[in-house]
Structure formats: structure tokens, C-alpha cells
């Protein structure tokens, strides 16, 4: 079988029949490279440019670590601003389709935190944000990372120049310390290696250069 199929990973059928509905027809070269590894729920550190592809290779392997029957936040995915979190929000939606009611919630900053907190006492599967709005749920009690089974970091270098290192470390802090974490990068310079090494566990390492 084709490397490139993503009918080669351990996904349901109806998984698959969602992807070529969205007209993927074959897996990106990070999609194959970090898919087999994240699938497995190894940690993954993978450096790639954008458009390569980057959110369906975390997405698929949030959606295969989350258990639907559970209404928890188990998938926790952390972006450098909210459109990003948005755009990453509206295609795990797109991934999750063929699931049965995958509650995915958007927490970033520049709007007030009275409505977000009634969300998340509804309840979600996944959470997309940015690190300054959860960093400032978590603060006040309004939001339990106690239940997450996989982390994911796009974007880590620029979440890292834009002053969140701290952050980050306080957050993954506040998920179990046996989790799932992904980071994805541009680029892999000596801060993220820092920030990266007592956060992840014996992690794959990916790196793709080219987009196709
Ligand atoms: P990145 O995060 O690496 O910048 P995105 O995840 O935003 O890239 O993907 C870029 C574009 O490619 C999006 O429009 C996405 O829908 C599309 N895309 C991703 N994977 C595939 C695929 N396997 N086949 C076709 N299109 C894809
Ligand atoms: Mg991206």
C-alpha cells in the first residue's frame, strides 16, 4: 500500500470516507511522516513549514486519543493567536464530522471571560486557545486540565517569541504528567529544544522540508 494512503493508518473506515470528502486524497509529506508515530501516541516534535498540513497531522491524532463517550477536555491544543485558533478549531470540526457530537471550544483573549467560563461548564472534548487566555482560566479555577490525554503546540517558536514560554510550561504543568504531546515549529532553534525537553517523553523527531 501506498505510504501516502491514509487508508495505510489505523483509521475507521468512516475516518477515511470524512477525508475524501474533504477532497484529501492522499496524506501531505508531514501527514506521513507524523501520522504512524502520533497514531501510536508517541510524542512527536515535527518542523514544517505552513501549509504543509500541519493541523490534520495533530488533529487526526487528537481525535484518535479521545474517547466521545467521555465529556471531558481530553484534547488541549495550544495556538499563538486566536485566528489561528479559530482556523485550527473549524478544521478539527471538519476532521471530527463522521464523530458523534466532538464539542470542540475556543478559549483566546480580546474577549471577556464570562461567556467562555459558561462554555466550559457545558463541557467540551477539545480545547483550541492561546496560552495568555488559559493560562488566565486556569488562575481562576474555571478550567481543569486533569482530564487531558494529548497536548499539542502549533506554532511553539512563535508562541515562544511572542513571550509565551512561560506559559506553556505552566500549562503542560497542569496536565497529567503521562499525556500525549505533540509540538509543532517552523523552525527548531535552542528555545524550543528547552522548552521542549522536560515536556515531551522520548519523542519522534520530524523534520520535512519540502510542502509536496
Ligand atoms: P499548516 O498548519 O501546516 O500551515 P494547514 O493545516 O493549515 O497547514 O493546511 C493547509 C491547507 O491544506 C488547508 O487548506 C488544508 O485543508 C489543506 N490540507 C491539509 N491536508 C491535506 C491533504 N492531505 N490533502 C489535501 N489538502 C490538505
Ligand atoms: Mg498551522
Known sequence: M????????????????NLASLD????????????????????????AKTGSGKTAAFGLGVLHALNPRWFA????????????????AKELRRLAR?????????????????????SLEHGAHIV??????????????????STVKI???????????????DDIENIARACPKRRQTLLFSATYPDSIKRLAAPLLIRPVEIRVESLH
Request: charged share 20%; proline share 6%; net charge negative.
Open 128 to 145: 483550541v486557545g492561546t496560552p495568555g487566555r488559559i493560562r488566565d482560566h486556569l488562575g481562576k479555577g474555571t478550567l481543569d486540565l
Open 98 to 118: 463522521y464523530m458523534d457530537n466532538i464539542k470542540v471550544l475556543t478559549l483566546c483573549g480580546g474577549v471577556p471571560m464570562g461567556p467562555q467560563i459558561g
Open 24 to 47: 484529501y486524497l492522499e496524506m501531505t509529506p508531514i501527514q506521513a511522516a507524523s501520522l504512524p508515530a502520533a497514531l501510536e501516541g508517541r510524542d512527536l516534535i515535527a518542523q
Open 2 to 17: 501506498n505510504t501516502k494512503d491514509f487508508a495505510s493508518l489505523p483509521l475507521s473506515d468512516d475516518c477515511l470516507a
Open 73 to 88: 477536555v481530553q484534547g488541549l491544543v495550544m495556538c499563538p493567536t486566536r485566528e489561528l485558533a479559530d482556523q485550527v
Open 151 to 165: 497536548l499539542v503546540l502549533d506554532e511553539a517558536d512563535r508562541m515562544v517569541d511572542m513571550g509565551f514560554y
